[in-house]
């Protein structure tokens, strides 16, 4: 029996961009903490950060057609508090608000008070984490209707936020790049813990239900399987994790700050960006919803 996606690749955009943003402005708090002197890239996360989630917010409307030829639908978003779809766009409403006004700060070349900022990051995790926990209302869906998603997305945000801030930032700003030891390492960290977690979604998944299991099943030995192994577990978490590695553990100081390292580093955030796409848009497709023989 065939299933046809209920939903498609431009809401895998949308769960993509919306956490890219709210990590991307983590990254930029981060910064703020453990590199003060990063005031360029602070601005690049700020920057990022709003725009990938309006651009998402556009996908969304596209794709929810009813919503888009009456848009007073989303409105009705706002009824229920129980719902998972309300917070979501509490969730997102308050992040543009508060990175729409720290990247006015910005442009004014006036301080972001640190309120402000932990506000913006309590909404930006809150944003990655709903990614997550929107797929989870549909309950029929073993893949989807899973605890560690919401994690695993959360995660995978803030490496791709924290990614974007980096690839900029070693083209523009590079004399800041070099000196971002932290961030790097930090950010390091993030697609071990996503190879972890998404490894045990898949197992957690195969044995929760027939339906889990062909969903697993569709992603790492069907036709999903090129787009799960190369571009996703090899691309977007293996090779980034190896490059950096090296960068940061086994290269000579001279060399990290070199213009071919710059080069290695910016393939590793871009094999990042390109996972983090993957993940969502794989768990969007291969998802199959449990059926019921009357």
Do not use: Q
């Not at 073993?142 to 994690?151: R, V």
């Not at 090899?234 to 071919?260: D, H, N, Q, R, Y």
């Not at 710059?262 to 969007?284: E, K, N, P, Q």
Request: charged share 10%.
């Amino acid at each position: 029996m065939s299933f046809e996606p209920i939903w498609g690749a431009p809401i895998a955009w949308y769960l993509f961009l919306a956490g890219l943003g709210g990590g991307a402005f983590v990254t930029s708090a981060f910064l703020a903490w453990r590199h003060p002197e990063a005031v360029n890239m602070r601005k690049v996360g700020h920057l990022i950060a709003p725009i990938a989630v309006m651009i998402g917010l556009l996908l969304l409307m596209v794709d929810a057609e009813a919503g888009l030829h009456n848009p007073l639908r989303f409105a009705l978003l706002l009824h229920n508090p129980f719902s998972v779809m309300t917070w979501g766009v509490v969730f997102l409403a308050g992040f543009m608000v508060v990175s729409i006004i720290v990247v006015v700060l910005d442009f004014m070349k006036k301080s972001v008070p640190k309120w402000l900022e932990l506000v913006g990051v309590v909404f930006g995790v809150c944003v990655a984490m709903y990614t997550g926990a929107l797929l989870g209302v549909c309950k029929t869906f073993p893949l989807w209707n899973n605890a560690l998603l919401p994690i695993l997305f959360l995660v995978s945000a803030m490496s791709a936020g924290a990614a974007s801030v980096l690839l900029v930032a070693v083209f523009r700003h590079a004399d800041e790049f070099n000196k971002a030891g932290v961030l790097k390492k930090f950010h390091f960290c993030l697609p071990i813990i996503e190879i972890v977690l998404v490894a045990s979604l898949c197992f957690i998944t195969s044995y929760n239900s027939p339906a889990g299991f062909d969903s697993v099943m569709s992603m790492v030995a069907g036709t999903w399987a090129p787009l799960f192994w190369i571009g996703l577990v090899l691309i977007g978490l293996v090779v980034p994790t190896g490059l950096e590695t090296w960068l940061l553990f086994f290269s000579a100081k001279e060399f990290e700050e070199s213009k071919k390292a710059h080069m290695i580093s910016a393939a590793s955030d871009a094999g990042v960006l390109i996972g983090g796409f993957l993940l969502r848009f794989l768990v969007v497709m291969a998802a199959l919803p449990v059926t019921f023989v009357m």
